[in-house]
């Protein structure tokens, strides 16, 4: 469905979601859901139970070049501190399994109460898409039920390198949910860059391509949103970020069903991303 202008345009903000206590995720209204789904991302109120102000404590924390966490040991090129080529953003990111093993065990809860939030968004989509429930775990790759790939990234951005903040792109996976503290996300509305506006208390929570995949031929298919983030200067105040991604099994298979349960086709993980990886790169 193509956007209105007042549909499309951030000058009204964001639509606003919370998650009740029976774990279901809740908009004020049926057109503030169609918002978000248009737009393929939305704000999420923070639940009263996690301690954002110390997982950015730990975050922070990571700029100290004497900070021990700097030393974790990297597993392939995914996991680890890492520094991106062509960005500003250096991170230290790790995949679910490694969580307990080297995040103090507050953070590792951190983790696992994203894990919650991601799971109760993930079937609110699949929910909405009119896939039959019990397909819900095959077609995401394991996510839906508790399973799948969760990586919990601590960003911050290097001003002495001047590249672009974060190139444009798309997320690969199903769901990424960010904490925004400092302007510069961006993200592609009406084919145009436009700011998300900061706004505490709340996350950021916005659709990748795994997502788009699983739902093409559904009831109502989820779109993966382009963003960026603009070049950080030594002048702006420190930007740092929380960004958990969730993916689908990344050494599984993604399934795409229609509203009867139909098999529609299906690609390895390995085999989607590295394609998409391949248009991203052709395209730049």
């Known amino acids: 469905m193509a956007l209105s202008s007042q549909e499309g345009s951030l000058n009204v903000g964001l639509p606003i979601a919370s998650i009740s206590d029976d774990r279901r995720l809740l908009f004020p209204t049926s057109a503030d859901l169609n918002r978000a789904w248009d737009l393929g991302i939305f704000y999420l109120k923070l639940p009263t139970n996690i301690d954002l102000d110390g997982a950015r404590r730990f975050g922070r924390g990571l700029i100290a070049p004497d900070n021990p966490y700097r030393q974790i040991p990297k597993y392939g090129e995914l996991e680890g501190f890492i520094a991106l080529e062509n960005n500003q953003q250096t991170k230290l990111a790790l995949s679910r399994q490694h969580w307990d093993q080297h995040y103090p065990s507050e953070i590792a809860e951190f983790g696992r109460q ?3 939030i991601g799971i109760t968004i993930l079937r609110e989509v699949l929910r909405q898409s009119g896939i039959p429930e019990t397909f819900w775990e095959r077609a995401s790759g394991g996510y839906s039920a508790g399973a ?6 601590f960003v911050h951005y290097d001003t002495r390198n001047p590249d672009q903040g974060l190139r444009p792109h798309t997320d690969y996976g199903l ?3 960010l904490d925004i503290t400092a ?3 961006q993200i592609k509305v009406n084919d145009k860059f436009e700011e998300v506006p900061v706004f505490p208390g709340h996350l950021a929570i916005h659709f990748g391509e795994a997502l788009n995949f699983i739902t093409t031929h559904s009831d109502r298919t989820v779109g993966a949103i382009e963003h960026q983030v ?3 200067k030594s002048t702006d105040p420190i930007r740092h970020g929380i960004v958990y991604f969730a993916n689908p099994d990344l050494a599984g298979v993604l399934w795409k069903f229609d ?4 098999v529609k086709g299906s690609s390895s993980v390995a085999d989607l991303f590295a394609l998409l990886e391949k248009n991203l790169t052709e395209h730049r």
């Open 175 to 177: 769901i990424t949910i």
């Open 230 to 232: 603009l070049s950080q």
């Open 114 to 116: 994203l894990d919650e």
């Open 183 to 185: 302007p510069g996300l």
């Open 148 to 153: 799948g790939t969760a990586f919990l990234n």
């Open 259 to 262: 509203a009867q349960g139909r």
